[in-house]
């Protein structure tokens, strides 16, 4: 993190800019505790060098951030997973012909979940140790109907981008997911 504010104190005196309204906006919400420990941190660090860092900077220090809370994820691996993460809610949207309350509960258990089940197929394609009772995605599937498509629209899509299956265990989770934050107030 230290070498990435000197490179931002020396784009900032350049006026270098990178700015994407729409990941700073998917960002914001995705992670909104590091976006907001992102916008105290350079205030700070403007205040301190007596530079005005771009809102592009905010967004690559929340990456960072992020990364802090698991050593395990590289910056590449977060941003990776954070535009997935942005496709996949774009496909249940759509699916859905809605906008999802991205303040609500069931949206950051939703995130929350791809967001860990997306590192784990980056860093090791293993199904999860623990299987679940096949008879149960049956049952997912015929109680979830809709749900069990917009899963199957994100498993086309983690196919085509990643070459990626999921299991039955993830079938059901997402199904799980998909009807709460679609269906449940909070």
């Known amino acids: 993190m230290p070498d990435h504010i000197n490179f931002a104190y020396k784009r900032a005196k350049e006026n270098i800019e990178f700015t994407d309204r729409a990941v700073n906006w998917e ?10 420990a992102s ?7 403007d205040q301190d060098l007596q530079v005005e860092f ?7 220090l929340t990456y960072h951030f ?3 809370e698991n050593e395990k994820e590289s910056l590449q ?19 859905y012909h809605a906008t999802l309350d ?18 784990r197929k980056i860093k090791s394609n293993k199904p999860a140790s623990e299987q679940l009772d096949p008879s149960l995605l049956k049952l997912m599937i015929v109680k979830y109907p809709q749900e069990n498509e917009t899963v199957q629209k994100i498993s086309t899509f983690l ?12 079938q059901v989770y997402l199904i799980l997911h998909v009807w709460r934050v679609t269906h449940r107030e909070n």
């Open 159 to 170: 196919r085509n981008t990643k070459g990626w299956a999921l299991s039955s265990n993830d």
């Open 102 to 119: 991205d303040e609500s509960f069931n949206y950051s258990r939703l995130v929350s979940h791809l967001r860990y089940f997306l590192i």
């Open 54 to 60: 771009t809102k592009d900077e905010l967004v690559f």
């Open 27 to 36: 960002v914001k919400k995705l992670f909104p505790k590091e976006y907001q």
């Open 66 to 68: 992020v990364n802090v």
């Open 77 to 95: 691996d977060t941003i990776q997973v954070s535009k997935m993460i942005s496709d996949i809610i774009d496909i249940i949207q759509i699916s």
């Open 39 to 45: 916008l105290r941190a350079i205030k700070i660090i």
